[in-house]
């Protein structure tokens, strides 16, 4: 009896120590797939107070570190579709069919004065540049001008839908030039994607394992993008000085008539201290807000991403 009364003690703490282990084990597990829902929660909250339609899609490299808010949602791009036409001129430089360092002649009949152009302020009466330096000033700096010339050497929008398409890239669309979208309000929509699209076509381009891009072009643009000068109060408005942010932005502008901003975008990667990034697509429009409310609004939401990944 003593033993058998020993045994069963022992039975009863190894249960008890089981117990005690699954409980942990269920708060750990429960507490881990709940910090993405806070994260959602944290920004349905900076959503929900501010008068604008807000799509989100953020990708971890962990599959649990993800979540989208409106990521379905078609958004026009403005100027973030600089990017997927920068792609498209370096595929025609691997292909052949361009070349980094081609000269194109930008005469003072194509520096339009209604366009933003640093290519403008800088050579007032045309300059001739090499493709690599168009592509900078369009990605960077976001050019109008030199968005235009780079759509124009490609052979017109249709020809970055097309590319994308055959990527598989759906929810997305290029329709017109800067001119044509900056002269007409409405036309601007017809430039869209999702969030979620967004995503992919960073994730696809920056893993680069179909291999689309060269070395070069990989290291050329990713470059580029780490040196963006637009956007300073949006993805990277909050976060540590010296953090490594490759995105592309665009805007809109406010319609006189109506009070609407219908874009304030910004998308990019964002890399930890710890040398492992997530990938962010941020989209407003319909937006009541000014300016410096809608980037607020990015600025945070890119916040509470950076804490959310450097306490994983």
């Avoid at 008890?16 to 507490?31: A, E, R």
């Avoid at 944290?42 to 599959?63: E, F, H, Q, S, Y």
């Avoid at 960077?140 to 994308?164: I, W």
């Amino acid at each position: 009896m003593q033993l058998n009364h020993g045994r069963s003690i022992k039975i009863k703490r190894v249960k008890k120590i089981y117990f005690s282990l699954l409980i942990l084990f269920t708060f750990f597990v429960q507490g881990n797939s709940q910090t993405i829902e806070t994260l959602r929660q944290d920004i349905v909250r900076i959503i929900n107070v501010k008068n604008a339609l807000v799509g989100v899609v953020i990708n971890g490299i962990d599959i649990k570190d993800s979540l989208s808010i409106n990521g379905k949602g078609h958004f026009p791009m403005q100027s973030v579709f600089k990017l997927p036409i920068a792609l498209t001129v370096l595929n025609e430089i691997d292909k052949g069919n361009l070349s980094h360092n081609q000269k194109i002649e930008i005469t003072k009949n194509e520096l339009l004065p209604g366009l933003w152009s640093p290519i403008r302020t800088k050579y007032p009466e045309g300059v001739t540049l090499s493709v690599s330096k168009i592509i900078e000033y369009t990605v960077a700096l976001s050019d109008n001008v030199g968005c235009d010339v780079l759509l124009k050497l490609l052979g017109g929008p249709h020809v970055v839908t097309n590319y994308f398409s055959s990527l598989g890239f759906n929810d997305f669309s290029v329709k017109i030039n800067e001119e044509t979208m900056q002269n007409n309000w409405e036309l601007q929509f017809l430039n869209w994607t999702t969030p979620k699209e967004a995503n992919k076509i960073l994730i696809t381009f920056y893993e680069n394992k179909k291999g689309l891009l060269s070395k070069r072009n990989y290291d050329f643009i990713w470059n580029i993008l780490k040196e963006t000068k637009t956007g300073k109060y949006r993805l990277r408005g909050q976060l540590p000085e010296k953090t490594i942010v490759a995105h592309k932005t665009g805007w809109s502008g406010k319609n006189k008539e109506s009070g609407i901003t219908a874009a304030v975008n910004d998308i990019g990667i964002i890399f930890l201290p710890d040398g492992k990034y997530y990938i962010i697509s941020i989209f407003i429009t319909e937006s009541l807000e000014e300016l410096e409310t809608n980037e607020k609004i990015i600025a945070d939401i890119s916040k509470s991403a950076w804490d959310y990944f450097n306490t994983q």
